[in-house]
């Protein structure tokens, strides 16, 4: 089993800076890649952004391109997500998810508990 904790979420004005961390536990070893997905409300959950462990691949979404950035710390079994000039659009509910390099939402195993960033105008 892998176990992820989310943290980092909160509300913040349009423009403003949010700084997500998932740390992983478990059999870190099963999994090649770490993924953020997000859900708002009466949407489905989409995928934002992803980083393979090894060599460090990262891929994104469209509309987050240029303004998140996914890394890693292998040493902490922990990915980051920082988030730039918000927009009220990206407000939703942000789960951490291990599985494969894959931006499918079904190709993920394992999934936290989810952290809500609000963004308001």
């Known amino acids: 089993q892998v176990q992820l904790v989310e943290s980092g979420g909160g509300l913040v004005q349009a423009g403003g800076s949010l700084r997500l961390s998932c740390a992983a536990s478990?059999?870190?070893?099963?999994?090649?890649?770490m993924a953020w997905f997000r859900q708002a409300p009466g949407k489905d959950r989409e995928f934002v952004a992803l980083?393979?462990?090894?060599?460090?691949?990262?891929y994104y979404e469209d509309s987050v391109k240029g303004r998140f950035s996914i890394s890693r710390d292998n040493a902490k079994n922990t990915v980051y997500l920082q988030m730039n000039n918000l927009k009220p659009e990206d407000t939703a509910v942000y789960y951490c998810?291990?599985?494969?390099?894959?931006?499918?939402?079904?190709?993920?195993?394992?999934w936290g508990q989810g952290t809500q960033v609000t963004v308001s105008s």
């Open positions: 998810a291990a599985g494969p390099v894959a931006t499918k939402l079904n190709a993920y195993n394992y």
């Open positions: 478990g059999r870190t070893f099963s999994y090649s890649a």
């Open positions: 980083i393979a462990w090894t060599p460090g691949t990262t």
